[in-house]
């Protein structure tokens, strides 16, 4: 790669994932002021998490955070940071009955998905627990 490319795949690299990971914040926030019933649960976690392990990083300590991961989770099922993505067939292949020849583009619709009711429960709904 020359030095331009270099810098190119950087700079794309260093906001793809600033933007990704500031959405999903924002989105986290969100739906912690909207479910303060969710808030408080995620906080006795943070808050026992902390009592318990006074002299852990603060890294290994989010590690622990299941309900943490599950508030995550969802957030990103709801709110993907891609609402699709897509792959090409390397080889032809058939997929449920579908005929997909080699070197095809196939898309990849995650927000449908994560918004379907013959997968979710509720699909609408934010719940951590699911």
Not at 37 to 48: L, P
Not at 71 to 79: A, Y
């Amino acid at each position: 790669m020359t030095d331009e490319e270099v810098i190119a795949q950087s700079v794309v690299s260093l906001v793809a994932g600033h933007d990704t990971s500031s959405n999903t914040l924002s989105f986290v926030a969100y739906y912690l002021a909207l479910y303060p019933e969710i808030q408080h649960k995620m906080r006795q976690e943070v808050t026992a998490a902390l009592r318990t392990n006074p002299n852990s990083s603060l890294y290994d300590i989010i590690q622990g955070l299941d309900y943490l991961q599950c508030v995550i989770s969802e957030t990103q099922r709801l709110n993907p940071a891609s609402h699709f993505f897509s792959r090409q067939s390397a080889i032809p292949c058939i997929v449920n009955g579908i005929s997909i020849p080699a070197g095809v583009e196939i898309l990849i619709p995650v927000y449908a998905l994560h918004h379907d009711s013959d997968l979710w429960h509720n699909p609408e709904t934010f719940d951590p627990e699911r």
